[in-house]
């Protein structure tokens, strides 16, 4: 078995097992209670339900920069992932609310390219789909599919609330340095006030790397 075929089954075990892997380091760790930004750049801090978080963001993001990495063949990727209030997934109303489309991209790659809507469904009305866990835009999901807990705490207002997302990448990776942006494409030109209508954030990140 040549190597890159070894490395495309240790990703799919990896994905598809809880299993501890032995060979593993972990290179980064941040929960931010200390205010730690080293190796973020465009980092902000807040506080949100009672814990700092790297974020909010609307319309922007944040660069991880990791050098001097040892010997490896895959990186682990994770993160707690939070969607603010009213985003609006798949929806196109004429550019003017949605889609709202958050990315993941590594080594300029991306790996997350899809969409969250943060809309209650109720009963007797079409719930607005988005595309996450899959990318946008060929998945029409159920609103807040794949997460981890809903209904947490709004930042500004009462529609949607919050949902916290688990965010985890296995990827083929050797190089010494790494380079992981989190992003987002919001469209609400029906406010005064974006990062008030619609935002996110992140805690807990975590990276390991991965010898096989």
């Not at 980092?43 to 009672?50: E, Q």
């Not at 009305?125 to 809903?150: F, L, T």
């Not at 296995?170 to 987002?184: F, T």
């Amino acid at each position: 078995m040549n190597r890159s075929i070894l490395i495309i089954f240790f990703l799919i075990l990896l994905n598809s097992c809880t299993k501890d892997v032995h060979n593993q380091v972990e290179v980064y760790s941040n929960d931010f209670e200390q205010s730690d930004l080293k190796n973020i750049s465009n980092g902000v801090l807040t506080t949100f339900n009672k814990t700092k978080v790297l974020g909010r963001y609307n319309n922007g993001g944040f660069d991880l920069s990791l050098k001097d990495l040892p010997k490896h063949d895959l990186v682990e990727v994770t993160f707690d992932l939070y969607i603010h209030d009213s985003w609006d997934g798949n929806q196109n109303k004429d550019n003017i609310d949605g889609p709202d489309i958050w990315k993941l991209i590594v080594d300029g790659k991306e790996y997350i390219n899809t969409t969250f809507s943060n809309n209650a469904c109720i009963a007797g009305q079409a719930c607005v789909p988005q595309s996450y866990p899959n990318d946008y835009p060929n998945y029409n999901n159920v609103s807040r599919e794949g997460a981890y807990k809903i209904n947490l705490p709004s930042v500004c207002h009462n529609v949607g609330g919050t949902t916290l997302y688990k965010i985890k990448k296995n990827i083929s990776h050797s190089k010494s340095s790494l380079l992981i942006q989190a992003l987002d494409k919001l469209v609400q030109t029906n406010t005064n006030d974006p990062l008030c209508d619609e935002s996110w954030s992140v805690d807990n990140i975590k990276v390991k790397v991965i010898t096989l």
